[in-house]
């Protein structure tokens, strides 16, 4: 299908704005990113019979995308912005006469990507991009491992305070039928406990590089499954070690990990019966183990203070995957940036 081309030439305006800084990131992630690779993975999506007007370039859309997640953007508010501010429009290869989508535009992409699924498809492809740039977590490298529960979209159902004795939320997983109208909105989310508090939604899983900062790795469940029992899936074999706190504890999975070379840093628990001196270099380890684990903890702030991640906007699973993911893949070329920036 033949795209909507931005319209190129000399143009009045071009004049007040040619003094304009550039925005660096944006600078970065237009280098990194081969823009041309992802807009024929998304061609799949269209109609290539030739009837009807040109649509408008993916590469503008899924960038439109990215400047949601870096700067914390409704649709609404990014279509805005590319057509007001100067380094957005920069970023998309926009000239002064052309008009960027609109936030109905952005919709229809998101059902689009989603009906061909390539969501998932496009962030694996912007990471691996980013690899090849040397921008990578390398092998043997120290993985950190930790997980957040992130809030549903709608307001929680009713549920049976009998089964919030666990505090990974294993005991909430049959969760009661639902007895309110909200209860059947989202069918996805439920319930589970932590710090003698329940919570209501979902769990963002996430393994960090943590020389880089980068994400390498993450799962989104329903808040109930019990964080240790996805910390395989995060790792792809090549870690030397990985840290992770309390939560994590299991001594068969580690037994695997080290058959596999991976030597993992699990946080222990104090218990009673110890001696003082066993006491005291548990603690003595586990700060050890916090010091350097604790790196992920502003990574989960960042994506929920700035990335569109602290609460589900939408209902199910599969959308909220795709939600926590895009806050993740835009997060990541900021990294990168910083990288990049330090090696210059």
Known sequence: MAFREAQRGNDLFDIPVAGVPHNAVLDTINRVVDWAALRSMVAVAYDDSGAGRPGFDPVWLLKMLLLEYLYGLSDVQVSRECGDRYSFRAFLGLSPADVPPDDTRLVRFRNRLRAHGLHHKLMAAINTMLAEQGIAARPGSMKIVDATLIQAAVAPPRRDRNNDDDEHGESCVDSPKPLSRNAASDPDADWTIKNKRAHYGYKLHMAQDATTGLVTAHAVTKASVHDTNVLEQLLDGTEKSVLADKGYIDGKRDARLRNK??????????????????????????????RVRSAIEPTFANL?????CGRAAYVGIVKVGEQLGWGITAMNPMVAHRWLTKAA
Do not use: D, E, Q, Y
Not at 261 to 290: E, F
């Open 261 to 290: 070379g991976t030597m993992p840093h699990v946080m222990m628990r104090l218990r009673k019966t110890m001696s003082p001196s066993t006491k005291a270099t548990i603690k003595t380890i586990n700060r050890a183990i916090s």
């Open 304 to 308: 929920k203070r700035w990335r569109h």
